[in-house]
């Protein structure tokens, strides 16, 4: 069992930068995957980026590729979402998850965190 929790949301206008923040309850296993994802308001809930946390891989839904990067702190417990270049289509609410298998479907990632809502005006 662990714990999510999102922080680093905001209002930021079209171009601007946002740094999220995902904090667990444990330290995150080496073999274990942690995603982000998004909700837009009448939209499915869609994948971002993913990371596996001990070898570092990572990978990104084409429409942030080159935009935002994940990272992991040193500590073992925060990953982080840097999103530049942001763009109205970008608002959404932002959630991380955590599970074992490398994924991008929501399904996939038992663990979840509230989210944190992140809006970009033009």
């Known amino acids: 069992q662990v714990q999510l929790v999102e922080s680093g949301g905001g209002l930021v206008q079209a171009g601007g930068s946002l740094r999220l923040t995902c904090a667990a309850s444990r330290r995150i296993y080496s073999s274990g995957v942690v995603g982000w994802f998004r909700q837009a308001p009448g939209k499915e809930r869609e994948f971002v980026a993913r990371?596996?946390?001990?070898?570092?891989?990572?990978d990104y839904a084409d429409s942030v590729k080159g935009r935002f990067t994940i990272s992991k702190d040193n500590a073992g417990n925060k990953l982080h979402l840097q999103m530049n270049s942001l763009t109205p289509e970008d608002t959404a609410v932002y959630y991380c998850?955590?599970?074992?298998?490398?994924?991008?479907?929501?399904?996939?990632?038992?663990?979840w965190g509230q989210g944190t809502q992140v809006t970009v005006s033009p």
């Open positions: 998850a955590t599970g074992a298998q490398w994924s991008t479907t929501v399904t996939d990632y038992p663990y």
């Open positions: 990371i596996r946390y001990g070898l570092g891989r990572t």
